[in-house]
């Protein structure tokens, strides 16, 4: 059952997955042109954006092709990891994109140019709808997949960009400010490094296998210590393999006269219902593990 809901919600993020992809790449060449004949850093900053978008949709498609492999014998828990490293690609990706265009921002601050403001503003609204259409696609699964969160912050901060260029577009053919359309980009990219670091972070924790978000290890200790037949508690693990997928490995010492079977039983049904953990490991001993251990 579950494994079926896992396949079927992999199916529906790669079908608004490939949609966002196919509008994304056809709009990012008419906008990489438009930003080179209008002379404006604020859309070629966006055209940036939205070519990190178009391999964050990509390498997102990917990673969900790829995860939904079956487990081999060399690799036993899956693919899944694959989307984890696709969606901190996709952050260090954007990370140095960010970077680059608050430096080049800088630069053009300090020697403005000349910026076709009309054209800029019909190529940022065009990309503006694009983008809308593309977070709607995948708003309603960005909280199920650190793949598909990374994709939809990455849209997300494009139509930011998007919308800003719209205002700066407006703001420069009205006053004549050059220096807006650098503000605009350098704006972009200060409100999108907060949230690529997040994204980072949150990748990193699961590929260096640390405890789930909210998960406290002192508190799934206390639960499987106060189960019927629980002597003591050592061993104790926990990570996910993907962003949804905790997984628990303990062993028990278990109390003189006490039925190993049934003290696994309890430990995992208290386990899967306070703190939702369906994939534990539970290795039951008379005494701790040594050389005179001996396991139930």
């Known amino acids: 059952m579950g494994a079926g809901h896992d396949h079927g919600a992999s199916q529906a993020n790669g079908k608004r997955l490939a949609i966002a992809l196919a509008l994304t790449s056809t709009f990012l060449i008419a906008e990489v042109v438009a930003g080179i004949a209008f002379n404006s850093l604020a859309l070629l900053s966006d055209a940036a954006h939205m070519f990190t978008d178009a391999a964050a949709l990509a390498i997102a498609l990917a990673?969900?092709?790829?995860?939904?492999?079956?487990?081999?014998e060399d690799f036993t828990f899956g693919y899944r990891r694959f989307e984890i490293l696709a969606a901190a690609f996709n952050a260090i990706l954007l990370f140095g994109v960010a970077i680059y265009v608050l430096v080049e921002g800088v630069k053009r601050i300090l020697n403005p140019e000349p910026v076709g403001s009309v054209g800029m503003f019909i190529v940022a609204a065009l990309g503006l709808v694009i983008n809308?259409?593309?977070?709607?696609?995948?708003?309603?699964h960005k909280d199920k997949s650190l793949n598909v969160k990374g994709a939809y912050l990455e849209v997300w901060a494009d139509m930011l960009g998007s919308l800003g260029v719209v205002v700066g577009a407006i703001v420069i053919k009205i006053t004549g400010w050059r220096f807006v359309d650098p503000i605009v980009a350098i704006g972009i990219g200060l409100w999108v490094l907060p949230r690529t670091w997040i994204l980072l972070k949150d990748t990193t924790r699961i590929l260096l296998e640390g405890a789930p978000p909210g998960m406290a290890l002192a508190g799934v200790r206390k639960a499987i210590t106060e189960a019927p037949g629980v002597a003591s508690v050592h061993e104790l693990h926990l990570w996910t393999t993907g962003a949804d997928q905790a997984v628990c490995t303990v062993h028990v010492v278990l109390t003189e006269g006490a039925q190993g079977e049934a003290v696994r039983t309890a430990i995992a049904t208290r386990l899967e219902t306070d703190f939702d953990l369906h994939h534990v490991t539970i290795q039951t001993e008379v005494t701790e593990c040594g050389e005179e251990g001996r396991h139930a």
């Open 63 to 72: 990673a969900i092709r790829v995860g939904q492999r079956k487990p081999t």
């Open 132 to 140: 809308l259409i593309s977070m709607r696609l995948l708003a309603s």
